[in-house]
């Protein structure tokens, strides 16, 4: 099946977003169970750390979490309000104060 890279590349980043957690000054990190080929390509992209490691998430860089809160606002948003917050462990949305 042929279909178009770059487009998933876009909706499994804007999915990262889904999964971000401990966002601080150094970036933050998301649970990388996606497509492995995909996640080679963000990291190629620069957008997240190399997926190949034991550890069951991986680092997201300033921009890779800058470009997953956009795509995942442009793809995913309803209603016309911006997403904030951020998911806590267990996937619930808690609002920014």
């Known amino acids: 099946m042929e279909y178009d890279k770059d487009k998933v590349d876009e909706m499994v980043l804007a999915l990262l977003y ?4 401990d966002e601080d000054q ?8 996606h497509d492995w080929d995909t996640m080679d390509r963000l990291h190629a992209k620069g ?3 190399d997926p190949k490691s034991k550890a069951k998430s991986v680092a997201m860089t300033e921009e890779g979490a800058k470009r997953a809160r956009e795509l995942f ?20 949305h808690v609002e920014s104060r």
């Open 18 to 21: 889904l999964t971000m957690f």
């Open 73 to 92: 606002e442009k793809h995913f948003r309803s209603g016309g309000a911006s997403v904030s917050g951020k998911l806590r462990g267990d996937g619930e």
């Open 26 to 33: 150094y970036g933050a990190r998301a649970w990388k169970s």
């Open 47 to 49: 957008y997240i750390s």
